[in-house]
């Protein structure tokens, strides 16, 4: 079955404990970012990567890090949480960038900080 | 800069009853249009999408047509049912960032 996973679904931390969300896709798309849903904001991205080895901003990269070694994996990480960092995140992927293309959508990681 | 206003919700209706989302944009060029929703405790799907103007995207008896005069691409359902309650996204695309409204949550009861 074609689709997005990330793991954990849930999460609960303290400030300052590294912490990875993973993602990872198995459609061989070249695009794939991270947003974080906040109450009565939306989504937002975080970061994006048209391909393997090539990684860019979105509109709130402060506190997160990525990497993209392997075309289906995109790890979004937390050095230092914080609490304004407790969100719903989301994991995305499409054959290319979003242009016309669908965005596959992961279930989505609820994260806590304390 | 680039920007998506939908209207806020919640929108609450009746089972059969007429629906309407109103979604605009600003945006450099001619971007790509999106409707997505989200049901509750999952992520986002594409709902339907429109590529250039006067395309009307349709999926599900939903419909949204690219109106480039009005930048707008309002979200209709002639008669919603209990199980389309969910949270709906306007959005547009750009060569590398899809740009999301705040979302309308959806509420109809029977």
């Known amino acids: 079955e074609a689709q997005v996973t990330q793991n954990p679904r849930y999460l609960i931390t303290v400030t300052g404990k590294k912490l990875t969300v993973t993602c990872s896709q198995n459609?061989?798309?070249?695009?794939m970012s991270w947003y974080r849903q906040d109450p009565g904001l939306g989504l937002r991205q975080i970061y994006y990567?048209?391909?393997?080895?090539?990684?860019d901003k979105g509109d709130v990269p402060e506190g997160y890090k990525v990497s993209r070694k392997e075309k289906r994996n995109f790890p979004l990480i937390l050095e230092s949480p914080s609490p304004n960092q407790t969100s719903l995140y989301f994991c995305?992927?499409?054959?290319?960038?979003?242009?016309?293309?669908?965005?596959?959508f992961g279930p989505g990681t609820r994260l806590t900080v304390l | 800069g680039d920007s998506v206003t939908q209207m806020e919700g919640p929108v609450t209706l009746s089972e059969e009853a007429f629906l309407t989302i109103n979604c605009t944009y600003t945006a450099t060029g001619y971007p790509s249009l999106f409707w997505y929703v989200q049901y509750p405790g999952e992520g986002l799907q594409l709902l339907l999408k429109?590529?250039?103007?006067?395309d009307k995207g349709s999926n599900k008896g939903f419909e949204a047509t690219y109106r480039k005069e009005t930048t707008s691409f309002h979200l209709e359902k002639g008669s919603v049912q209990v199980s389309d309650s969910a949270v709906y996204f306007c959005?547009?695309?750009?060569?590398?960032?899809?740009?999301f409204g705040k979302g309308t949550m959806l509420l109809v009861s029977p």
């Open positions: 429109a590529t250039k103007a006067d």
């Open positions: 459609m061989n798309h070249e695009y």
């Open positions: 995305a992927s499409s054959s290319r960038g979003p242009g016309d293309n669908e965005q596959f």
């Open positions: 959005a547009h695309s750009g060569y590398s960032t899809l740009t």
């Open positions: 990567s048209m391909n393997v080895e090539v990684t």
